[in-house]
Each structure stands twice: as C-alpha cells, then as structure tokens.
C-alpha cells in the first residue's frame, strides 16, 4: 500500500513541475526583448541606409551639375564664315595626362611614348616626372595614338575627354580668328573681342570673310614671296559700299591648332596693326580733297613746274626724271608726280587738307572688331609737313584705314564701317555721304587711266573685264628715326570703276627685284624678262593682276547684285 501511494505522490510532483514550468514566463519575455532588439537594430539600418541612398543622390546631381557647369564653361560658339564653312568649333577630344606616382617601369614608359609621340622634348618629360604631379602630356591624339597608347596598358597612362576648340583651316585665317588659352579665354583677334559672345551663345558667330576667295588670295601671296623674295605681305578685300569685309590676310601666319607664343614682330597682323608710311597712294587723297574744296578740276593745269624743292634742308623730288613739267591734275595722279601733289595741297592748305583726312579715316585709330589695331603717328603740322603728306612721305596709316578711305572717295562720298561681322540684313543700314558726289565722279576716271593707259603705273594690273582702277605706293620704310633702302610696295584697286563694288589692297614688305621673272603685258607686248625696279608697279600691281584673275570669276557669280 505504502509503495503504491509513494509512486503517486511521484507522478503528482512530476506533473506538477511540469505544468508549473509550462507557465513561467521568463523565456518568453527574454524571445520577445530580442526580437525587439534586431527590430530596432533594422530600423536604424535602414534610416541610415535611406539618408546615403538621398545623400549620394544628390551628391550625384551635384556632380553632374558641375559637370554640365564645367562643360558650358568650356563651351564657345563655332565660328562661320559668309557660306557656313567652319572657322572654329568646339569639339570633344580626348587628352592624355601621366600620373608619375603610378609609374612601374619609367624607361620602359619613356621609351614607348618616344615611339607614339617621336617629336616631343623627353628631357622636359623626365623633369615633369621626377616632381611626382599629375601633368598633361598630349592635348590632341589621333585614332591610331589612342589605340597604341590603350595597348601599352600603362595605370600611370591617364586619358581624359576634354572640349577642345579646333581650326579645320588652321592658317588660312590665323590674324583674323586669333587664339584662345588653355583656360578657354580669347587672347587675340576675334576669340578675344567677341569673347563673351561666345561663351554664352550657343548659335554660331557669322563672319563676312570667303574662305574660297581667302584661299585664292594667300596662294598668290604665297607665290610672291617666291618671286620677290618679300620678308612679309598681306592683303585685304572689301565691299566699298557697305564694308564687308571678304579676305584678310597677313604674312606669315600661323597654325591655330598649336597656340603658339609667337613673339616675331614680322608675325604682326599687317593690315589692322602696321602702321607705315605707304608713299603715293595718298596722292589719290590729295587729289580729292581738291575736288571736295572745289579748288581744282581734273583738266586744271599746272605750268613750270619745279624738278625740286628744298623744305627745312630737305629735298623734294621726282622719282621720273622725265617727268614734264607741265601736267593737269589728272596728270599728277596717272604719272604720280610728287611736285604736282605738293603744289594742289599748297591751294588746299594745311587745315583744310588735315580736316579732310580726318574726314575720311586716316589720321586716328579706327574702332574695329578685334583689338589689334594700329595707331597712326602723331605729328605737328607745317608746310614742309603738308608738302610731304601731300605724296605720302612722313604721314602713316593702317592698311585697314587705307582702304577705309578709298571706299569712300570712291563710292559717291559715303562713309562705310570696316567689318568682320555679318550683319542682320534685316536691321535697317542708313547710309551718310560726308564728301561731294562729284568727288568719285571725277577721281574714278583718273584713277581707271592710272592702270589702263601707257601713262599709269598699274598697267599689270589691268586684267580684261574687271574696270580695274587704283593708285601705286612705293615708300621707303621709315627705320631708327631715319629710312632704309627697304620698300613698303603697295597697290590699292577699285573694280568696276564704273559702279564700284570692290577695294582690294596688296601690301608687299621689303619685296626684292626679281632677274628671272618673266612679265606677261596684257596688251599682247612682247613678255619681259627681268627687272630692276623696286616699285609698287612692278611688284605689288602684277600680284593684284594674278589675284584679280583668280577672285574675279568667283566675285562675278557668288556675289553678283540683282538690278
């Protein structure tokens, strides 16, 4: 019985212990604080999770702002010519840099870059490295560099895409384009003037200038300098009636694409920058300011004339030794008489002759569309003064003004602006005429017979159906505070004289008389071999003859004016 009641006491107890351990919370509590915890712990993940996710969002958007930022900073609007060609354009390139903390084996890397790039300084390379900074070794990489420098598999090999302003006429328009930095500023020509035109605009810049006619034009010039040996020239093509400018060109030039520090003053621009004495051309001017005043008339005749004067010590005197001695005025200019010059500035006097060369343009700096404009000479005014001026001796002006002033006396007396920049055709252009129509009247014939009869100086230039009229100007080149033997050759010609629509100047620096080459007259003469005379009409006349030929056909089609 005993044990009986013992086993159930046991089974009771037994139970007991496990219904009571069925109901002690303690585990339970502890499972749920736990998950609690790793709730808590998720959470606060994923809060920190979802900041960064925003954080680098709009970090992202920073960055890419930057970027967009970066690249219209960089950014410059192409630049055209009259017919759409591109002068300049902003591309992107790829660029490589060397990071010399990553270089393994720096003579195998010298060696294989010498390979790719044969014309690079090595020796400033190898100093650029041993300072341990990042630098940039190539700006402008061909396909075939690209590919061979990816070979190498160089770490130390940086490549980086870049906006890079490019020329596809690299030379061809050097003086008039100009150049920018490495930090995208224009520092000369048009990039620098029209600088923030360009960085803002997305539409391109427009220019007056033919890149065909451009070409024609420098070839010729190119072949002269074969011919006269010339340390330099330049030319320039212009609309007389509204001052378009088509070409302008200055030797030597340049190839943009390498921005080069040039420091040669001979690479100045010669047609807006030089300043010269430019001789007999301002005959043309003296002339002019004649028929302006009303003081003569082209058959005005001048007797006894002198075979010299003397003014402050200095003598006066005619390069013709058989120039007469008794010329009209009209005579004065075909034969290019310097004593007859002098003599109608001394009826026009010195106020009236100095207000009308201001009138026209000559004497003050002209405002212009680049920065590299020449400022003429000052000087005080006398009668030797106005003697000298009176043939272009001891008075300077740019090429550019020189034009300036024949367009004038040429186109009925209105006075034009110089430009690069197309205009909108669709703003208004009011014309103002500040000389006397007659003026072009009665120089233009004159100026016709310089180049169409025996009597002229031009007579190379008179190429069949172009009414090529102008003036010669041989000058010798003012130098140390005296003059040289060297010459400043130059032709300005008008076409058609008989409704003038184009001036072209041909400026020849220090030209040389050429013994073998041969001179084609274009009356059907027997050619000339060889020459001994440094003039404008036997160096600067037969290259605008050989320009005229080229442009002219191209002139007569492209921009022929509908009646």
């Known amino acids: 019985m005993m044990k009986k009641k013992n086993n159930e006491n046991l089974i009771l107890e037994n139970y007991e212990n496990e219904f009571s351990y069925q109901l002690d919370k303690s585990n339970l509590n502890i499972s749920f604080n736990r998950i609690a915890f790793i709730f808590f712990i998720f959470l ?17 958007s920073k960055l890419q702002k930057k970027e967009v930022e970066q690249t219209k900073t960089n950014f410059r609007a192409d630049i055209i010519d009259n017919n759409g060609n591109f002068l300049a354009k902003t591309v992107n390139t790829l660029t490589i840099g060397i990071k010399p903390n990553l270089i393994i084996n720096e003579k195998k890397l010298l060696i294989n870059l010498q390979l790719i790039f044969p014309n690079k300084d090595f ?34 090999i940086q490549f980086e895409e870049q906006i890079t302003r490019v020329y596809p006429q690299q030379n061809l328009f050097s003086h008039v384009l100009g150049q920018i930095d490495d930090d995208n500023n224009g520092v000369s020509g048009i990039e620098k003037f029209f600088d923030y035109e360009l960085k803002k605009s997305n539409d391109p810049l427009q220019l007056t200038v033919d890149s065909d006619i451009q070409f024609l034009i420098r070839e010729e010039l190119l072949k002269a300098k074969e011919i006269f040996k010339n340390l330099g020239s330049a030319a ?21 694409n390498k921005r080069e520090n040039i420091q040669d003053l001979n690479y100045t621009n010669k047609i807006t920058k030089g300043v010269y004495e430019l001789g007999s051309v301002f005959k043309t001017f003296t002339l002019a300011a004649g028929f302006d005043e009303g003081i003569i008339e082209p058959d005005t005749e001048f007797k006894n004339l002198e075979k010299k004067l003397i003014c402050a010590g200095h003598s006066i005197e005619e390069y013709d030794k058989k120039m007469p001695s008794n010329l009209t005025a009209e005579q004065i200019l075909i034969r290019s008489s310097n004593i007859g010059a002098v003599k109608i500035a001394q009826q026009i006097g010195i106020e009236k002759f100095k207000l009308f060369l201001e009138k026209i343009g000559t004497l003050n700096k002209i405002e212009f569309d680049i920065e590299e ?18 043939f272009g001796h001891g008075i300077t002006t ?39 129509e007659e003026v072009s009247n009665k120089i233009n014939p004159i100026l016709r017979k310089v180049v169409s009869t025996d009597e002229g100086t031009a007579h190379f230039a008179d190429v069949e159906g172009y009414q090529v009229g102008g003036k010669t100007g041989t000058a010798d080149k003012a130098r140390y505070g005296g003059y040289s033997k060297d010459k400043i050759n130059t032709f300005v010609s008008i076409f058609p004289i008989s409704k003038p629509k184009y001036v072209l100047l041909v400026l020849l620096d220090e030209p040389k008389p050429s013994k073998e080459y041969v001179y084609h007259y274009r009356d059907g003469r027997t050619p000339y071999k060889g020459n001994w005379r440094n003039t404008a009409g036997w160096t600067s006349v037969e290259i605008t003859g050989k320009i005229i030929e080229k442009i002219g056909p191209i002139l007569a089609t492209k921009y022929i004016e509908a009646n």
Request: glycine content about 6%; charged content about 25%.
């Open 236 to 256: 320039i093509l212009m609309n007389v009636n509204n001052g378009d400018i088509l070409s302008l060109i200055s030797l030597p030039d340049f190839d943009l």
């Open 44 to 60: 606060m993940i994923c809060f920190i999770f979802s900041i960064k996710v925003v954080f680098l969002g709009s970090l992202n």
């Open 373 to 390: 404009v020449g400022q003429p000479l000052n000087f005080n005014w006398g009668k030797c003064k106005l003697a000298t001026s009176s």
């Open 398 to 436: 740019t090429p550019l003004q020189l034009v300036k002033a024949y367009s004038i006396i040429t186109n009925g007396g209105y006075n034009i602006k110089p430009t690069l920049i197309k205009k909108n055709l669709k703003k208004s252009y009011t014309k103002k005429r500040i000389l006397n």
């Open 123 to 156: 020796n400033k390379i190898k100093k650029k490295i041993k300072k341990k900074k990042y630098f940039r070794l190539e700006k402008e990489l061909s396909q075939n560099q690209i590919e061979r420098l990816r070979l190498l598999g160089d770490k130390s």
